[in-house]
């Protein structure tokens, strides 16, 4: 059992609606990431907490809006998405907090949102 | 062109030979890791190496940084090998990892 959890694992929604996806980890992590995973593309780095602070956005439109409230929880909001916003996203974990150097840890991940916008 | 590529796209092999999957970037680097996802989304880190090559099990991970190369291979391959395996590599001094497209295995029985 992944010590990461996402909620929840498939969602419909259309374009005026909003919604949230959660991830929850249960590793004592400091750091925690969302990731974009389209058909035929590559993962897609959005969001970097360290710490509970937003420490990188990587160029995500403001439909998305993350929230950290805590080390161990992380939201994804959603609102008047697009059709090619339809994708996996992920939730992952890794340890350090505070200056490391984040690409060189591993990286715990969530099996995924399955996101698809009408 | 992405910076990291990885060979082949798609790989479909017999249960029991050897795998080799390639991984080449084009820029400076301080850690590769190779993941693997199985069909429905979950990921699963493999390895992270810096430097020479290390093994867990049936898998072993290899990386020349001066020829910007990394190879994963498996061996005595089985169908649960199935899945997409990705490359990815970080470097510099942010928190972003770059990944490759991820190369498709299927092992048959």
């Known amino acids: 059992e992944t010590g990461v959890t996402q909620t929840p694992r498939h969602l419909v929604m259309g374009m005026t609606n909003k919604k949230s996806l959660k991830c929850e980890q249960h590793l004592g992590h400091n750091a925690m990431y969302w990731y974009k995973q389209s058909a035929k593309k590559p993962l897609e780095l959005m969001f970097v907490y360290n710490f509970k602070e937003q420490t990188e956005n990587n160029s995500v439109p403001s439909r998305f809006s993350p929230e950290c409230p805590n080390s161990s929880h992380l939201f994804l909001h959603l609102h008047t998405l697009q059709p090619e916003d339809s994708a996996l996203y992920l939730c992952?974990?890794?340890?350090?907090?505070?200056?490391?150097?984040?690409?060189?840890?591993?990286?715990?991940f969530g099996p995924g949102t399955r996101l698809l916008v009408l | 062109k992405n910076e990291v590529e990885q060979s082949p796209q798609n790989l479909t092999a017999q249960e029991g030979e050897f795998i080799t999957i390639n991984c080449s970037y084009s820029v400076g680097i301080s850690a590769l890791h190779w993941l693997q996802q199985h069909p429905g989304g979950g990921i699963v880190s493999l390895f992270m190496l810096s430097s020479g090559k290390k093994k867990h099990g049936r898998l072993i991970a290899t990386i020349n940084i001066q020829e910007k190369h990394s190879s994963l291979h498996i061996t005595a391959s089985h169908p649960r090998d199935s899945a997409v395996y990705i490359c990815a590599v970080g470097g510099g001094s942010n928190y972003k990892l770059t990944f490759g497209k991820g190369t498709l295995l299927t092992v048959n029985p």
């Open positions: 992952a974990s890794s340890p350090e907090g505070g200056g490391g150097l984040k690409y060189q840890e591993t990286q715990y």
